[in-house]
C-alpha cells in the first residue's frame, strides 16, 4: 500500500481508485465521463473535416478530370469553360455561373484565407489534408479508447464498493 494520498497520486498520473471514497468516485467518474464526451465529439468533428477534404479532392477529379492534360489554344473556350454550373452562395443558394480560368482554383487554407493554386497542386494540398487528419484520427482514437476503459474501471470500482456497502449493512442488520 502506498504511503502517498489521493492527490499525489493522482499527481503522478495514477490514483489508487480503491481507496477512493464513493462520492469522490462518482466526481471522478463525471470528470472522465465529460472529457469522454469532448473527446467523441473532437473525433467526430476532425472526420467531418477529413470527409469535406475527400469531397474536395472529388469535386476537383469531377470538374477538371484531365486538368494535366488539356491544353486548349488562346481565345478558345475549354468544355469546362463552356459547361454551366452552380455556384454556391450559402448552404442552399446557388446561382448559374461559367468558369472562367480552367486552370486555377482558389483554395481555403484556413480562417477565411483563399490562394490560388493549379489544380494538381490544390489536390495535393487536400490529399495531405486528408492524409494529416487520418494520422490525428489515429492518436485521437487511441486516446478516446484508453478514457473509456477508465470510465469501465470507474464504473466497476464503484458497483463493488456499493455492493460491498450493502452487504455490509446487511451483515449488521442481520
Do not use: W
Not at 472529388?58 to 486538368?67: D, Q, R
Not at 452552380?86 to 448559374?96: A, D, E, H, I, Q
Amino acid at each position: 500500500m502506498s504511503s502517498q494520498s489521493p492527490a499525489q497520486q493522482q499527481q503522478g498520473g495514477q490514483i489508487d481508485l480503491a481507496q477512493l471514497p464513493i462520492p469522490q468516485l462518482r466526481d471522478l467518474k463525471t470528470q472522465l465521463d465529460a472529457e469522454l464526451t469532448h473527446l467523441s465529439t473532437s473525433f467526430q468533428s476532425l472526420r467531418t473535416a477529413q470527409s469535406k477534404f475527400r469531397d474536395c479532392i472529388t469535386s476537383l477529379s469531377t470538374a477538371f478530370p484531365s486538368s494535366s492534360t488539356s491544353q486548349t489554344k488562346p481565345g478558345t473556350q475549354s468544355t469546362s469553360e463552356s459547361t454551366p454550373l452552380l455556384v454556391p452562395l450559402t448552404s442552399s443558394l446557388y446561382v448559374p455561373g461559367r468558369l472562367t480560368d480552367t486552370e486555377h482554383v482558389l483554395v481555403d487554407v484556413g480562417t477565411g484565407f483563399f490562394v490560388e493554386k493549379g489544380i494538381s497542386d490544390a489536390k495535393d494540398f487536400y490529399e495531405r489534408k486528408v492524409k494529416d487528419l487520418g494520422e490525428s484520427l489515429k492518436g485521437l482514437e487511441d486516446v478516446v479508447e484508453g478514457k473509456a476503459r477508465n470510465v469501465r474501471m470507474v464504473e466497476e470500482v464503484m458497483r463493488v464498493r456499493v455492493m460491498n456497502a450493502q452487504s455490509a449493512e446487511g451483515d449488521k442488520s442481520g
